[in-house]
C-alpha cells in the first residue's frame, strides 16, 4: 500500500495538463487514410461481428486482406464470412471462442500459433464494458481479463510464430479512458476484492495494464521485425455496454450514442496503422486514431510494468512456460 501511494503521489506530479488539451484536439481530428492494398495478406481480428471489429474486418476485406476473425457468437461469425466472401471475393475463417474465459483465450491462441500460413497484423478489438462487478469461469475480473489477460496471452503464446516471420503487426484497441485509472494499478487487488468496483476505474485499470504490458513486449520484440502499438478508436457508436442493466441502456441509447462518430473513422485508422508504410518500425506508441500521444503517467510507468508482468504470469500459468 505504501508503495502505491508513493506511485500516486509520483503521477500527480507527473501529469500534464498539456496532454489532456491534446487529447480533446485529437479527438475531433480525423484519422490519416492508408491508400494501399493488402491484397493477400491474412489479418486476426478479435470481436469482429458488430462495432469496431466488423467495420475494420470489411475495410481489409475491402483491400483484399484475407481475415481469420476471433468471435463468440457463431451464427453472427458464418453470417460476417457470408457477406465478405460474397462480396469482396477474399477468405473469412473465424474461430468461436469466449474471450473471458482463460480456457478458450488458451486454445484458440495455440491453434493460431500452430497456423502455417503468417499472420501479417493481429488487431486486438474485443471488449466489454460493465457497471457491475462480474467474474469469469475462472473467478476474475471480467473487464480485467477481456480488455487486458485475452490480449496478453495471445500475444505470448504467439511471440515465436511471429518472430520466425521476420515481420508483423499487433494493435491492441486501447482508450484515452485508461486515464481514469489516475491513481495508478494495485497490483495487490487487480480482481478488486479490496476497493469499491466502479464501471469507469475498472475500465481505465485494464486500459492502463494494455498499454503497461505493451512497453515489456516492445522490449522483447525489438529487432525482430514485429512490432506492438496500442490505438485509441475514437468517440465511435458501438454496442458496448449491452451487458447492463436497462437503466445504462437507455442512458447511452438516448444520450451518449447521440454525440459519437461512425466506427468508419476507427476502421481508417487502423487499415492506416497496419498497413501504412510510414508505420514501419514504429513500435510501443499510443495512439488517439492516427494520432501519436503520450499516455497518463501510470500508463508509463517503467518500474510497474514489469511488477504487472510477471504477476500477469503467475494469474494465467504463464510463468510456467518459457520465454
Known amino acids: 500500500m505504501a508503495f502505491m501511494r508513493n506511485k500516486t503521489k509520483q503521477y500527480i ?31 486476426v481480428i478479435t470481436g469482429a461481428t458488430s462495432g469496431i471489429g466488423r467495420v475494420t474486418a470489411l475495410k481489409f476485406a475491402s483491400k483484399g486482406a484475407n481475415l481469420l476473425c476471433i468471435n463468440r457468437n457463431p451464427e453472427k461469425s458464418e453470417n460476417l464470412r457470408r457477406e465478405i466472401e460474397s462480396e469482396f471475393g477474399v477468405k473469412c475463417d473465424y474461430k468461436i471462442a469466449d474471450l473471458s474465459s482463460l480456457k478458450d483465450i488458451f486454445r484458440v491462441s495455440n491453434e493460431l500459433a500452430q497456423l502455417k500460413m503468417p499472420i501479417d497484423v493481429i488487431i486486438h478489438n474485443a471488449g466489454v464494458y460493465l ?3 462480474e467474474l469469469t469461469p475462472e473467478g476474475h475480473d471480467k473487464v480485467f481479463v477481456v480488455h487486458y489477460l485475452s490480449s496478453f496471452i495471445m500475444n505470448y503464446l504467439l511471440k515465436d510464430k511471429l518472430k520466425t516471420q521476420n515481420q508483423a503487426r499487433i494493435i491492441m484497441v486501447g482508450s484515452e479512458g485508461h486515464r481514469f485509472a489516475a491513481w495508478g494499478l494495485r497490483l495487490d487487488d487487480l480482481n478488486w476484492e479490496k476497493r469499491s468496483y466502479s464501471g469507469l476505474k475498472s475500465y481505465g485499470s485494464a486500459k492502463t495494464a494494455q498499454l503497461l504490458s505493451m512497453l515489456v513486449f516492445d522490449e522483447h520484440l525489438k529487432n525482430t521485425g514485429v512490432t506492438i502499438n496500442t490505438m485509441h478508436p475514437g468517440a465511435v457508436k458501438t454496442e458496448t455496454g449491452q451487458e447492463n442493466g436497462p ?3 437507455w442512458f447511452k441509447r438516448n444520450f451518449f450514442d447521440k454525440t459519437l462518430k461512425s466506427p468508419n473513422i476507427s476502421a481508417e485508422a487502423l487499415y492506416y496503422l497496419g498497413v501504412s508504410k510510414e508505420m514501419d518500425n514504429v513500435s510501443g506508441k499510443f495512439f488517439n486514431l492516427t494520432t501519436e500521444e503520450e499516455p497518463a503517467p501510470p500508463a508509463l510507468d517503467r518500474e510497474v510494468a514489469p511488477m504487472l508482468w510477471n504477476e500477469t504470469l503467475k494469474i494465467t500459468g504463464l510463468d510456467k512456460l518459457t520465454w
Request: aromatic share 14%.
Open 247 to 249: 437503466v445504462y441502456k
Open 13 to 43: 506530479r507527473e501529469y500534464k495538463w498539456s496532454n489532456v488539451f491534446a487529447m480533446i484536439r485529437n479527438n475531433l481530428k480525423d484519422p490519416k487514410v492508408c491508400p494501399d492494398d493488402f491484397a493477400g495478406r491474412l489479418v
Open 131 to 133: 457497471t457491475k462487478r
